[in-house]
């Protein structure tokens, strides 16, 4: 044994890389993984709540599930999660009322017919074997056991989700509502009337439902770099739910020049900067003078541009200039 140990010993000393040889194959790595760590380093980090979403897909239906929380605790994967429990009891069973509120991912699973994971706010009702969840942002994801009959639905202001046994993600923010089925078959029902049905791997997204949920929608996909076509679509819809004593009106209407000029539609932004400026009043509406008295000469001269340019409150001296030579002699 002694005689073996030498030999590896001897083997050893005579194959260890020298210091300059480590330094060689180091530099010729990181000049080949410099790209990748370039872009590694401007994603942003992953939620709690997205590493355990992967981690229970990876898993898979076919391995054991995690052990479910017992009523009433609450499963933490991050701290600033409040919940609130109010429990009444309803014929053969005890309803109960829960309000959620999570800065971070958190679980709980309020009977053995369900499990939910949530990052956002909402509440959650009911007694076995119905139960509805009213979700007002952020996602929520659910877990329902199959055949057991239960009457689980995610309610939002946007949509509608029906499910018998399966499990999905419901997310709610700027663009609306957004349906995701892991496995299973969910009905989706949208507020401003689409329905659709779902299986696994398949998604849907419902609209805003409201004037100022559209107008929100169109000031997130602007954000995002979304082509003039989309963010008009949007407005358009909000337009078509608000009459034009709702605020949200005019801002929808102040909100369509952008992506109007964006495609190159000139004489319909300025449609739509007179359009406002017949409804609306003050700050935005001198801002938007300027920008109808610009397009209106461009477009069709003084007799066009004439009524913005005399209702200017603080006219620049090139619009003063423009101003005399349209007046009347």
């Known amino acids: 044994m002694s005689d073996y140990r030498d030999t590896m010993r001897a083997v050893a000393a005579r194959t260890a890389p020298d210091a300059e040889a480590v330094t060689r194959v180091r530099r010729r790595l990181d000049a080949q993984l410099?790209?990748?760590?370039?872009?590694?380093?401007?994603?942003?980090?992953?939620?709690?709540?997205?590493?355990?979403?992967?981690?229970?897909?990876?898993r898979g239906p076919h391995l054991p599930?995690?052990?479910?929380?017992?009523?009433?605790?609450?499963?933490?994967?991050?701290?600033a999660v409040s919940l609130f429990v109010l429990g009444t009891r309803s014929g053969t069973g005890t309803s109960t009322e829960l309000t959620l509120s999570a800065s971070e991912s958190a679980s709980v699973s309020p009977s053995p017919l369900l499990r939910m994971d949530y990052l956002g706010e909402g509440t959650l009702s009911g007694a076995d074997p119905a139960w509805l969840v009213e979700?007002?942002?952020?996602?929520?994801?659910?877990?329902v056991t199959p055949d057991a009959g239960a009457d689980v639905?995610?309610?939002?202001?946007?949509?509608?989700?029906?499910?018998?046994?399966?499990?999905?993600?419901?997310?709610r923010d700027e663009l609306g509502t957004a349906v995701e089925v892991v496995r299973g078959r969910v009905e989706v029902l949208c507020t401003l009337g689409e329905s659709a049905v779902l299986t696994a791997g398949e998604t849907h997204a419902c609209w805003p439902a409201t004037p100022a949920g559209l107008l929100g929608r169109a000031l997130a996909l602007s954000d995002r770099g979304a082509s003039p076509e989309a963010r008009l679509a949007t407005l358009d819809a909000g337009l078509q739910l608000a009459p034009t004593s709702d605020p949200a009106h005019a801002e929808l209407l102040a909100h369509r020049i952008q992506p109007l000029l964006d495609q190159g539609s000139h004489r319909e932004a300025l449609g739509a900067a007179e359009a406002y400026l017949d409804v609306a009043s003050g700050a935005r509406a001198e801002e938007l003078r300027h920008v109808a008295a610009h397009l209106a000469l461009a477009l069709e001269g003084c007799s066009r541009?004439?009524?913005?340019?005399?209702?200017?409150?603080?006219p620049t001296p090139e619009e003063r200039a423009r101003l005399e030579a349209c007046q009347p002699d």
């Open 34 to 58: 410099q790209p990748t760590t370039s872009i590694l380093r401007h994603l942003d980090d992953p939620s709690p709540f997205e590493v355990e979403r992967l981690r229970r897909r990876l």
């Open 65 to 79: 599930k995690r052990r479910s929380l017992a009523w009433p605790a609450v499963g933490l994967l991050a701290a």
């Open 135 to 143: 979700w007002e942002h952020g996602t929520v994801s659910l877990a």
């Open 153 to 171: 639905r995610v309610r939002t202001l946007d949509a509608e989700v029906r499910v018998l046994g399966t499990q999905f993600d419901v997310t």
């Open 305 to 314: 541009a004439l009524p913005h340019l005399r209702g200017l409150g603080e």
